[in-house]
């Protein structure tokens, strides 16, 4: 089969691999009918993912067919459609059992999937602990609106849910990108009172104005100013750091009021510093980390119920023939894309 691999550092290429099989009892094997590219993969590419392994098969946001399952795998059976969850869990283990799948102590836990073992930018993958990886797209659910349910919806989803957003609050996302996107249409589930949504970029901007009513668009040099001015206590309750760079992660802080919640969601590619003589007496609370994955079933049920769409996200498609074209399209904005879907052909 065809899969797009990780050769060194800058450089991804499509090569022929053998199809995966099973080597578990618990593994399952799931043709590939639709994928995408994260800015995580990116990350990857210019070596800021230090588990990464060369050699491996990336992706981690893809729908598809089950076509194989091992004897110990009863959640699903070859046929059915499925999301895959862009996290492998035991469900058992100390940190599984309390909702931290992303801290999952067991070999192949965690980020797994087109990082340490082989991914979905491919014909097939094969996906440990199926039970917990997969999840049945239900029937009035297509691929494109169930592409990015193991991703990036889960992490605004996960985002949205560990800032502890009430009606009273006032919500700030730094960043429109894809993640950013998805974040904010579940912070919007919550109903918060104000959000406030910051970009630099102008054509994510409009972006947003087009496609989401009753929120804040503001640029960099009006966030801070603009969270004070909204927020009831000087400063937003909540803020969603979704953009990933130094001038955004000081941002965060110095827009959220005291005793906020800062979300820290984005993947850097350099250390943060956090002034801590700076931000005294603010008395912050910080959350940080992976995504933990585990809400694909609720997730995609909001999206059957109509309460969550992302496929206007998908701007360009790709066979996996032009992948290395599509990535090229990604990492640079080219077009206005946001997220390319990445069908077998």
Sequence with gaps: MRAFTYKSEKKFELIEKPKPVLVDKKDAIVKVTLSSICTSDLHMMHGSVPMARTGITVGHEMVGVVVETGDDVHAVVPGDRVVV?????????????????????????????????????????????????????????????????????????????????????????????????????????????????????????????????????????????????????????????????????????????????????????????????????????????GVDGCDCEEILQLIADGRLDTTHLITHRYPLSRITEAYHVFENRIDNVVKIAIYPD
Excluded at 100 to 105: K, L, Q, R
């Design 85 to 289: 969850n862009v996290e492998t869990f035991c469900g058992k283990c100390f940190f599984c059992k309390n909702g931290w799948v992303n801290n999952c102590i067991e070999p192949d836990g965690g980020w797994a999937l087109g990082c340490r073992i082989d991914g979905g930018q491919a014909e097939y993958l094969r996906v440990p602990y199926a039970d917990n990886g997969l999840t049945v797209i239900p029937e009035n659910v297509s691929d494109d609106q169930a592409l990015f349910v193991g991703d990036i919806l889960a992490t605004g989803f996960w985002a949205a849910k560990i800032s502890e957003i009430s009606e009273n609050d006032t919500v700030l996302i730094i960043g429109a990108g894809p993640t950013g996107l998805c974040t904010l249409q579940c912070v919007m589930l919550k109903c918060p009172k104000n959000i406030i949504v910051c970009e630099k970029d102008a054509n994510r901007r409009k972006f947003l104005t087009e496609h989401y009513q009753n929120i804040i668009v503001v640029t960099p040099d009006e966030c801070v100013a603009s969270a004070w001015r909204l927020g009831d206590h000087g400063g937003a309750d909540r803020v969603i750091e979704v953009a990933g760079s130094e001038e955004t992660f000081r941002m965060a802080w110095q827009s959220a009021r005291p005793n906020a919640i800062v979300t820290v969601v984005a993947l850097y590619d350099d250390a943060q510093i956090l002034p801590l003589p700076e931000m005294y007496g603010k008395n912050l609370t910080f959350k940080t980390g």
